[in-house]
């Protein structure tokens, strides 16, 4: 192995010589495909409705910040993020936009972070509201607070039968602005929209209500990305939209109401390349053996990285715009391809896990039908180990 040994005193930057961010595993952020899919969301929208970005959870696993910029820069209205944290670190980032969040939260620690960071929050129940305005009590401005309706997903927020109620009470309470009162649909992705409609028609029910007692909330809210893009009823004034702000559907059915681009691919290099017999086996536990001869190529990512070991001889990688099969248990921190159909294979070669290569595409979609679960978790999934790179 060649030793690196600084000449003339100086320390040559290791990090820029062996490529950087990208040297044996990345997760690539396309900027502009972010930018194209919320245009091909507003122009679902009337002039009336504003769209909030979801960029809970790190965005997603895009990188908050990244994300969350780029929307606003895009004409996003607000963020929505599901914890106090989130909140403070896009402040801190010197984001200066609304941020609702999403969550509940009930100690007064968590209050006087809201109030002192701007951030405006969900209010779930009476007790909660009591706990703001207790806590709020030497505070200035009043604080901007969102109210959760359950319409029937059973989650945050007071019963929609209480609607009223409980927006009177919190109108009387000191220190709070009711900013709006909003709710969340269990099965906008499905296409049987039966729950849905009856979630909108409590929603609407409640709002006749609270329309009778002489209230009139200054902002109504109720559909995430399925909702959005299935009916321009469930609209109101916000749309809440998170996965197909990162170029996902939230189901089939979904795919001609808009087109949308993948924003996030995944990416690793081949770190050595080998031939081995017919009958060898591969990786732990020997879930693999090879039928015969096989070139063999190693990556330099794994289960710690975010590719779910359940995953194991289940999933490809393209290369070349070729697609390859994943052979063996998926190690921590690497795993193994079957290459024979690209027998020059190189050291340092990329190989793509999630996106696209030529003619051929992988999507979240397609681990998380593998795996049983939903895009959203995939996305998720991707660890901090993984550097972001925005292209
Ligand atoms: C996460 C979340 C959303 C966004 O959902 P998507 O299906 O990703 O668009 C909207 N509203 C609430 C309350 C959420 O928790």
């Not at 039966?194 to 409590?202: G, P």
């Not at 029910?205 to 909702?227: E, F, K, R």
């Not at 536990?285 to 289940?314: C, E, H």
């Amino acid at each position: 192995m060649q030793e690196l040994i600084p000449t003339n005193g100086f320390m040559p930057n290791l990090w820029e010589v062996s490529g950087g961010l990208t040297e044996r595993a990345w997760v690539e952020i396309d900027r502009a495909a972010l930018a194209h899919n919320l245009n091909q969301l507003k122009q679902l929208l009337s002039a009336k409705t504003q769209l909030m970005a979801v960029v809970k959870a790190d965005a997603y696993g895009h990188g908050a910040t990244m994300v969350a910029q780029t929307a606003l820069a895009t004409g996003a209205y607000g963020l929505c993020v599901a914890t106090v944290e989130e909140g403070i670190q896009l402040r801190e980032a010197g984001i200066d936009a609304p941020i609702v969040i999403l969550g509940a939260t009930n100690t007064p620690e968590q209050v006087r972070a809201i109030a002192h960071w701007y951030l405006q929050p969900t209010i779930c129940t009476p007790q909660q509201a009591l706990v703001f305005s207790d806590t709020l009590s030497r505070c200035q401005t009043p604080l901007s607070v969102h109210l959760n309706i359950d319409t029937g997903m059973s989650r945050l927020g007071m019963s929609w039968q209480q609607a009223t109620e409980f927006v009177q009470l919190v109108q009387r309470l000191p220190h709070l602005k009711l900013a709006s009162v909003y709710s969340h649909l269990a099965t906008a992705d499905s296409p049987d929209p039966t729950v849905m409609r009856l979630q909108h028609q409590r929603f609407e029910a409640a709002i006749a209500q609270l329309h009778a007692a002489n209230i009139v909330p200054p902002c109504l809210h109720l559909a995430n990305s399925a909702a959005t893009l299935t009916d321009p009823a469930l609209h109101y004034d916000w749309v809440r939209v998170g996965l197909a702000l990162y170029g996902l559907y939230p189901a089939p059915h979904l795919h001609p109401k808009v087109n949308l681009k993948p924003v996030m691919q995944v990416k690793t290099r081949v770190t050595q390349v080998k031939t081995i017999p017919a009958g060898t086996g591969v990786s732990y536990g020997y879930t693999f053996r090879t039928q015969k001869q096989l070139r063999l190529a190693v990556v330099g990512i794994g289960y710690a990285d975010g590719v779910p070991r359940n995953l194991s001889n289940k999933m490809t990688g393209l290369i070349r715009g070729q697609r390859v099969s994943q052979i063996g248990a998926i190690t921590m921190d690497q795993l193994m391809l079957d290459v024979s159909n690209i027998p020059d294979l190189q050291v340092g070669e990329i190989v793509t896990l999630i996106g696209r290569d030529g003619d051929r595409q992988i999507s979240a979609d397609d681990w998380a039908i593998s795996l049983n679960t939903i895009s959203w978790e995939i996305l998720c999934g991707f660890k901090h180990r993984l550097p972001r790179v925005v292209v």
